[in-house]
């Protein structure tokens, strides 16, 4: 992929002076979405100048993976251990205090735009095998405004000689407005809950919602309920599509949907971040697969030299 050029030098320094890289913004009428370079994720999402998603500023480290993309597994991996084909890897444990590895190997990494036009960006990167993950991916995360909001594609294609586990997550918060989650309704279109254990927190068992306080699929306030939990069986629409949606105190709502490749929705509340920013916002998380999945096989794709994997999600405002 060629990369798209800078238009001037002035405008590159003061781009990549962010810790966040070079930002790459995209409009459509009211919407503005900045996309950036480091992890190619998403930093702010806004119609008529009124948060979508919850952002982080830009002179700011993206927190609580903001917006990050999760490639090439989402979510945890306890004691960053797993098998494949036979052979035993370990990765780096990213979150040691659990003892995993977590949200995959491409948050910190540079991206490039390969495509760039004024709604539109194509975000690109590629990964080489290394310690824990000797596989090869080219990926991509194409970004695309329209009438029916922000349009996200994360795509990758296996491009090394053998065959590789792959699994894909992206990390939005949807913003509740002025105020915190607790006073928002939520829906959520899953029957099935995944439970994890103490120590790593990836998934052991499964619940229906029905009966328990995790039940979203009608509306119904959040309050001071704390969720850090994989959702599965999700009911769809006749296109497939599952939808979220955060409904806020001044009437609007937060809609965003998932097409068939998504089997997971994690939702957290952010209670644990940093106390300035806790419950700010609603992660709804797309995951292809679950929590632990390199273990597990739970939802794991694996692709062969050459074969690619597509899914995609979308966000707006109604």
């Keep these: ?43 702010e999402y806004t119609v008529a100048g009124e948060p979508v998603l919850h952002p982080y500023e830009v002179g700011e480290m993206c927190d609580g993976a903001h917006g990050a993309v999760l490639l090439p597994w989402p979510n945890r991996l306890a004691d960053g251990r797993y098998e494949f084909d036979g052979e035993r890897h370990q990765l780096a444990l990213t979150e040691p205090a659990k003892r995993n590895a977590i949200h995959g190997l491409l948050r910190w990494c540079s991206w490039w735009a390969a495509e760039r036009e004024p709604h539109r960006v194509v975000m ?33 294609v296996n491009v090394g000689s053998r065959a590789c586990p792959y699994g894909a997550g992206q990390h939005p918060y949807l913003s509740p407005g002025e105020s915190t989650i607790d006073g928002c309704e939520f829906e959520l279109p899953a029957r099935t809950r995944l439970l994890v254990d103490e120590r790593h927190q990836v998934p052991v068992d499964r619940e229906p919602v029905e009966g328990t306080p995790f039940d979203f699929r009608e509306p119904r ?7 850090d939990s994989g959702f599965c069986d999700l009911i769809r629409d006749a ?18 949907w998932v097409d068939e490749q998504y089997e997971v929705l994690q939702v957290y509340t952010a209670h644990t971040l940093a106390p300035s920013r806790r419950r700010l916002g609603l992660a709804v998380e797309p995951m292809t697969c679950a929590a632990n999945a390199l273990q597990s096989g739970d939802g794991l794709a694996r692709l062969e030299p050459g074969q690619a994997f597509s899914a995609r999600w979308g966000v707006r405002l109604a």
Excluded: C, N, W
């Design 221 to 227: 306030q959040i309050g001071g309920l704390q969720i």
């Design 1 to 43: 992929m060629d990369r798209v050029q800078e238009e001037s030098p002035k405008a590159k320094s003061s781009m990549t002076s962010a810790p966040s890289g070079e930002q790459f913004e995209i409009a459509l009428g009211e919407q503005r979405a900045t996309i950036v370079e480091v992890g190619g994720g998403l930093r």
């Design 239 to 256: 296109r497939g599509r599952a939808t979220a949606r955060l409904h806020r105190s001044d009437g609007s709502r937060v809609e965003l």
């Design 124 to 156: 690109a990167t590629r990964l080489h095998p290394q310690t824990g993950y000797p596989f090869a991916l080219d990926a991509t995360v194409a970004y695309e405004l329209g009438e029916d909001g922000l349009h996200v594609t994360i795509g990758a």
